[in-house]
Structure formats: structure tokens, C-alpha cells
């Protein structure tokens, strides 16, 4: 990813994309509906989404990592 920078507003935003449901459960489920929908819709238009992957360098519908 390029150099962008994050605001504390970005962060904020992002917050609210971890705690929505509909990414929450595109995240877990890759194969499924809501995975579809924020893939193919939601990240176009969502502010959410958007600041998500400013933040955390991945899209919304990515899974998440396991952390060691």
C-alpha cells in the first residue's frame, strides 16, 4: 500500500467497521453472502470500509489474521 497517511478520524472510522456486523461476518465467512455484498458493494461506498483499509492495509471483507 502506498504512503497514506491515517488520521485520528480514519481510526475512529474504522472502529465502526470492526464492530459492524455485515464485515464482522464477511470477515469469518469467506464463501458466504455478506462476504459477497462488502466485496462487491459496501467497500465502494462505505466511509467505514473505506478507512478500514487505510488503517489496517487490507479490505474490509479480508480475513483476519491469527495473531502468534
Do not use: W
Not at 469469518?28 to 455478506?34: A, S, T, V, Y
Not at 455484498?37 to 459496501?42: E, H, S, W
Not at 488503517?55 to 474490509?60: I, R
Amino acid at each position: 500500500m502506498e504512503n497514506v497517511k491515517v488520521s485520528d478520524k480514519d481510526r475512529e472510522m474504522a472502529q465502526v467497521c470492526l464492530s459492524c456486523p455485515m464485515c464482522k461476518n464477511a470477515r469469518i465467512d469467506q464463501h458466504g453472502l455478506m462476504n459477497a455484498c462488502v466485496k462487491n458493494f459496501t467497500e465502494a461506498v462505505c466511509p467505514f470500509c473505506q478507512a478500514y483499509e487505510r488503517v489496517y492495509g487490507h479490505k474490509a471483507h479480508e480475513p483476519v489474521e491469527a495473531q502468534a
